[in-house]
């Protein structure tokens, strides 16, 4: 695939080729690109629009007030802190992700009885609805009266936790871990399963064995699709809402608010339209940033 | 350096019995092929010898050892496969060193047996590349540099040169030959192409349905075919094979009247069957001629001129077909009729149940 990826990639359009191209394009791109200016660039610009006004919606009409938000936003704290929260939150659950992902992905890859069945159990989490994965963590899982942890801790002796009071990152990171470590099993299982037995076997003759095997022969190969699972997951982790929402609504304090939710806070607990207009904007340019980085990295490991 | 020996091996898979117990002795510095059509076990056998088949019955030994359970890292054979097997993520260089690597040989030997090999199969200029960026040659040759590289006792190729082109294929050959010479190891080479088989083998063993059907130098294979299956897979074009009785024989041969056609003489000293034995008479196309007024008559039905030579093909009047390999000043075309007759001392004979009934011995001037 990724042959044919660099072949065309690689493809230039001769002078030649393009003035016998006769077609004119325009025309068949337009509805698209015309419903694409209407779904995604009209709301952006009103966002960037509104941050720069005053407009709260408890004390209408709203006025401009100049780089007023950007200025509260850079020197609050509270940015700051939820910025640092999304990071731990993205680098966290990716981490937990890639580690038992690999390890989940290698054992379902062996043949056992039951395989089957264990390979849909282990991808099973990932159509859980967020809402409900959180709420069946939360009460039924990890709180310290009724939860299933809290008692396996009382039965050899220990202290339950109350995760969301004492450590409510660490919890918000297993519920949304639970969530997407199916999804790097899934597609790195699909990955070890396209592994060469040739090259398997080539290594056998070249006794390379068990850690050696891993570490020369299968880690690489899952170089690239480990690759797409970071991309995948930091994207849609840096926009996580539901589980924050269901189960901490952002605290204890500031605990667990992540950029994401400051937004929210600022919209629909403030109602201030132009400070989440401002907050909102600051977070499209760092995701754009980051987006920036991790394509390039995904793209040369692709070209490989 | 090694000596390989197969007694009585077999492999057996839940409800197939892929390999019917194969007896075989292979010299050190011999290059055998296995040859024979897909599915009869070729490359089984081969990955029975390198490791990576289990074998379920029998004894296999290298050098006097026996080696049914050593796995394939300590056999001391490195494998060459069809699909190169080479590993993506490495260098030419790491690929040729990860055995060595593996064995824990320290770096700078390592270093100065990869440009060794390097320096033979002329990859020192790629050293540094991944495979993606290797011609189809260059790869094939990477992938004799990593078994090259481990010094082993014995190479074992499963069909190499198939994914090759036909130019390259064929400078591959000699390559291969010349490096077995030059090297000095046993090699093992499976293919199911009988051109290769003929052109590189000092020995030839030609399997079928799981069992050795007859195991030879390639002239061997193709002056006595031991049976029937041989004599149609060796050659070509194809030995034509014709239905017919012993009605007289003597010590000098014997007279075999052939189904539609007239009475042919067979010279051989010795045939193992007397008169009224049924018998399949063969003849290769380069000793079929066009004779006039011969035994066997048909209809030329295409004619092929290839210009140093002249494939006449043609029809009996039992609807079965005959190849003659013809002087291309014949003259003959499409749709003449036409006589033949075998040459009586190169004509093969098989008895009912397909085994050869004549051998000859012949002496190389």
Known sequence: ????????????VTGRSRGSRQVNTLPLLLPAVALLLLWSVLPLLRTLFYSFEHYNLMSPPAVLNGGLNYRYLFTDVSTWVAIENSVILVVGVLFASIVFGTLIALLLNNDF????????????????????????????LLDPVSGLFGWLMMLVGLRPIAWFSTDPMTAVIIIYSWRWIPFATLILLTALQSLDTDQLEAARMDGAHGFARLRYIVLPHLGRPIAIVIMLESIFLLSAFAVIYTTTNGGPGDATTTLT?????????????????????????LANILAFFLIRAVSKNLQR | MAKLVLEKVEKRYEGFHAIKGVDLAIDDREFVVFVGPSGCGKTTLLRMIAGL????????????????????????????????ALYPHMTVAENMGFALKMAKVPKAEIVAKVSQAAAMLQLDKVLDRRPKALSGGQRQRVAIGRAIVRNPKGFLFDEPLSNLDAALRVQMRTELVKLNKELQTTMIYVTHDQIEAMTMA????????????????????????????????????KMNLLDGEIVARDDHGAQVALADAGVVTIAADGIEAGPGTRVTVGMRPEHTMLAESGPIGGVADFVEHLGNETLVYVKRPNGGMMIVKADELAGIRMGDPVTMAPRTDRASLFGPDGRALIRRTFHLH
Request: no cysteine; charged share 15%.
């Open chain 1, 1 to 12: 695939m990724s042959e044919a990826i660099t072949k065309t990639g690689g493809l230039r």
């Open chain 1, 113 to 140: 009885p039951g395989r089957n069945v264990a390979r849909l159990m282990a991808i099973a989490p990932f159509f859980v609805m967020s809402p409900v994965a959180a709420l069946i963590w939360k009460n039924l």
């Open chain 1, 261 to 285: 939710y400051l937004i929210f806070i600022k919209a629909l607990n403030d109602f201030s339209i132009g400070s989440a207009s401002a907050a909102g904007v600051f977070a499209i340019v």
């Open chain 2, 53 to 84: 088949e289990e074998i379920t019955g029998g004894d296999f030994s290298i050098d006097g050892v026996r080696a049914n359970d050593i796995p394939p890292d300590k056999r001391g054979l490195a494998m060459v496969f069809q699909t190169y």
């Open chain 2, 202 to 237: 000092d020995r030839i063993v030609v399997l079928n349905g799981g069992i050795v059907e007859q195991v030879g130098s390639p002239l061997e294979l193709y002056n006595n075919p031991a049976n029937l299956f041989v004599a149609g897979f060796i050659g070509s074009p």
